[in-house]
């Protein structure tokens, strides 16, 4: 794999020329993102636009994904932006959407879509898996499997997955990775985005270990608030009200525009290297993109022995 610079030694110095308002032009190259309809994946969609790539938005419903791509188009000239059908909670219909991408190559999928519940009743998939779990880990799990042909015909694939600071303070259960004990919801949410981080991080050393030219980055958004984050009518309208309500808390965190800025960096940075974790520089919260020791990063990399120990038990 020609990118052979470790992993575990991810410098502070590498993100300094960056600036996410003025990013490297990639035409001629096609990125995926999953859940580009909405939140923060609309926000990589948007940005990876302005770059004159052709996106590609992951979306389970396609009046939103075209209600996405037009407001795209609104704000990005000449934008080359489309929809696939993309249901991450229905494993059987992902070889399908990738088949949907009608291309020979993808430089980039970033697997963003997610859910989290608050309610005390556990969820399944159609498919039977906890929702969570499914979703956010197995779904994107699954969609890689269908897309490897796809990114490594491309001189430098991409895999991105989004983390979470969720992530950092739960320890997987290889005996009920699904919580079918003592389901709670935050707990299994947290879950679910160690099982994805965990998964960046192994694919990465996988594809190395095959001597692959694909990489895998895994990244985390920071907090991100709707209260925060720009206005894009009519998918993302707040009041006047919930902006001035939101405006406290952006002390320490951030609108989901800004928390799309380590993925974008994951997809088009060259110095960006597989098996990194980037996030918001700012406490792992907010700010710029970072790939340096911060307490995400720290804590995250904790937790991998400890899985490892029990999975050798
Ligand atoms: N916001 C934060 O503070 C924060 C912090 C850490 C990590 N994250 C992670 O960042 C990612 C994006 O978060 P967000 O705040 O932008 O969330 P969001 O606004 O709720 O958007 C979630 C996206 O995922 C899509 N999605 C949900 N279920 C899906 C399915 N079964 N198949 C395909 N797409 C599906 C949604 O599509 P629909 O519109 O059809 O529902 C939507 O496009 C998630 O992975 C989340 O875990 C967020």
Redesign the pocket.
Known sequence: MPSAASSEAPSEASTAPWDVHRLPRADGKTFLV?????????FVAEQLAGTGATVVL????AD?ADAAATSIRSRVPDARVRHIR?????LASLKASAEALRSDRLDAVV??????FDQPDRRE?GDGHEAMFG??HL?HFALTHWLAPLLAAAPEGRVVT?????ATSERLDLDDLESTRDYRPDRT?GRS?LA?MLFGFELDRRLRTGGSTVRSVVT???????SLTPPRPPLHAPTTGERLRGLPAGIL?QG?EA?AWPAVRAVLDPSVTGGQLWAPRIFGLRGPPGSGPSAVIWRTRRSRPACGRRAAT
């Open positions: 999953t859940g580009g309809n909405a939140g923060i994946g609309y992951g979306s389970r419903d939103k993309l249901d991450l909670a229905d697997h963003n879509a997610g859910v989290k998939t979703i956010n779904g989004t983390g979470s600071f969720a949410y985005k994805q985390h958004p920071g907090g991100a608030l709707d965190v989901k928390a």
